[in-house]
């Protein structure tokens, strides 16, 4: 992983090799350094190990997720904001397997952040009104619940939330 400053640094040495190709009229090589510029800014705001995590988490690999989370140093210095959001998302899932109070810090530290996604960030608040729920803070839970509520416009969260409803009922 480079880096974000040397991604932008690649990016603009290679869109200025772009534009001297042109200017010397080799116009298939700068379309491909056009191309590859794209790339850098892509992985700029798109962080490869953070997809690369997301997509051993889909698999239900919790190691190899925090594997991959691991190889990832400096999240202040290496990730823009809402990478640092997603880092702290990814880290809030596996910790609510393990240690509630870990996962409730980075679920919050997630949502401080930002999600770029709606679904995203009623998943966040889902997970943590069910830690706060656990933690017999009822107000608080019911509070994140329906903002979550809010948030799912798809319906892809309504049966958790509504076994989520009915288990603070009986509290």
Known sequence: ?????????????????????FMDDY????IMMLLLTSM????????????????RLRKQDFEGTEKWLNKIKNPE????????????YLHGILQSQKNLSQAEK??????????????DLAM?????????????????????LAEAKKLDKHGMLTGQ???MQQQMKKI
Not at 106 to 119: D, E, I, M, T, Y
């Open 40 to 55: 850098f800014v892509l992985l700029y705001f798109k962080n490869e190990i953070i997809f690369l995590a997301f997509l």
């Open 161 to 163: 939330m509504k076994m």
């Open 106 to 119: 980075h679920f919050k530290k997630a949502l401080q952040l930002g999600l770029s996604f709606n679904h």
């Open 1 to 21: 992983m480079f880096p974000k400053i040397i991604k932008l640094i690649l990016a603009l040495l290679s869109l200025g090799y772009a534009v001297y190709l």
């Open 27 to 30: 116009i298939g090589n700068g």
């Open 77 to 88: 210095a290496n990730l823009v904001r809402k990478q640092q959001g997603y880092f702290s």
């Open 124 to 144: 966040a608040k889902m997970s943590l009104a069910g830690i706060l729920m656990q933690k017999r803070r009822k107000r608080e839970a019911q509070i994140l």
